[in-house]
């Protein structure tokens, strides 16, 4: 049995955006959690050359150089002596649509070449990841968390049990730095220093994690809609959806998710989506 490493969506129920720093990145503070049964596969293949190749519905859609090359490079380096790896990835999640594909398959590489070296630890794995990118370290605890400074800083929050979601793609072109290019069109303001950290939420029900999201929502919302319209009818068809406890946008977009109680409720939510937009990437799932 060759080894493989679930890459599953990264789901950010929250997204505030702190500030701008004099690095040009953002400070931001973010409650992330992470679909259970919907995402990549990272695979070990047989093969002596070092790379990827890349299968699945969005394989064609990567564009530049891949993130799974640039983990098993960022790999190499800290661990020398590791053997060159062939590695397989099935594309299944849409690229450059805020749920962190290619943050999630970094990550997953990461987890699947430490698995041949127990001496390289977690913290070792997160000091790789943060060189790839600000949502990787995130993706290699692949928990609930509460993410702050620019995505390196993670503390463990527990989610309750039953919590799903409807996640929504409108599958519409995006150009290639839509991430940047909404963090520029919110004008955020410099920070002047560190911002002060708030202690880590706890929620026992799940009516206490939609009143902190419907409270914090997503400060990329309004310029991730000036750069894509499309989010905002996906919102609404969303926001149309029976049983449906709070629908917002994840990351920069234009995935957007609705939150339910039930998985039945979210499988009903996402088949009635299916029958008005049939062109549409539509998925239900348990987040955790
Ligand atoms: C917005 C978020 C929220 O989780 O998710 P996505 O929409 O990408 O899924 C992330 O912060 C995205 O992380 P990631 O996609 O890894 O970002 P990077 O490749 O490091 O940076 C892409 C660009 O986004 C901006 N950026 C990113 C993170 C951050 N904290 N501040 C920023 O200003 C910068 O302009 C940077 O050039
Ligand atoms: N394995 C990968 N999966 C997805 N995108 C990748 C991958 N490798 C490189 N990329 C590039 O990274 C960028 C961001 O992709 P992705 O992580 O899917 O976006 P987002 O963080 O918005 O969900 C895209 O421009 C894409 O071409």
């Not at 293949?45 to 394989?59: N, Q, R, Y």
């Not at 290619?102 to 990461?110: E, I, K, N, P, R």
């Not at 799903?164 to 290019?181: E, H, M």
């Not at 049983?243 to 920069?252: D, K, V």
Request: with cysteine; glycine share 10%; charged share 20%.
């Amino acid at each position: 049995m060759l080894k493989s490493e679930f890459a599953p969506a990264k789901i950010n129920l929250t997204l505030e955006i702190l500030g701008r720093r004099s690095d040009g990145y953002h400070e931001l503070r973010s409650l992330v959690a992470f679909a259970q049964d919907v995402g990549d596969v990272v695979e070990l293949a047989s093969g002596s050359l070092s790379g990827v190749e890349i299968t699945g519905p969005f394989a064609g859609d990567i564009s530049g150089s891949n993130l799974v090359d640039s983990a098993i490079a960022a790999f190499a380096e800290k661990v020398p002596g590791a053997a060159p790896n062939r590695l397989s990835l099935v594309k299944n999640l849409p690229v450059a649509s805020g749920i962190g594909g290619g943050s999630a398959d970094a990550a997953a590489t990461l987890r699947l070449l430490s698995s041949a070296y127990p001496e390289v630890s977690e913290p070792d794995l997160l000091t790789m990841a943060r060189v790839l990118g600000a949502d990787v370290p995130v993706c290699i605890r692949a928990r609930p968390v509460m993410m702050t400074g620019v995505g390196e800083t993670l503390d463990e929050v527990a989610l309750p049990h039953d919590l799903y979601a409807v996640l929504v793609n409108p599958l519409a072109g995006v150009p290639a730095n839509k991430t940047s290019q909404v963090f520029a069109s919110l004008g955020a303001a410099t920070l002047a220093g560190t911002p002060s950290k708030e202690p880590t939420p706890r929620f026992s029900r799940i009516d206490d994690v939609i009143a902190y999201a419907k409270a914090r929502g997503n400060d990329l919302e309004a310029p991730a809609l000036r750069l894509l319209p499309i989010i905002g009818t996906v919102l609404a068809d969303l926001r149309r959806l029976e049983n449906g406890l709070l629908s917002q946008l994840s990351g920069a977009g234009p995935t957007c998710f609705t939150l339910f109680k039930t998985r039945s409720e979210a499988e009903a939510g996402a088949l009635a989506l299916r029958l008005r937009q049939p062109s549409w990437w539509i998925r239900p799932t348990r987040l955790g």
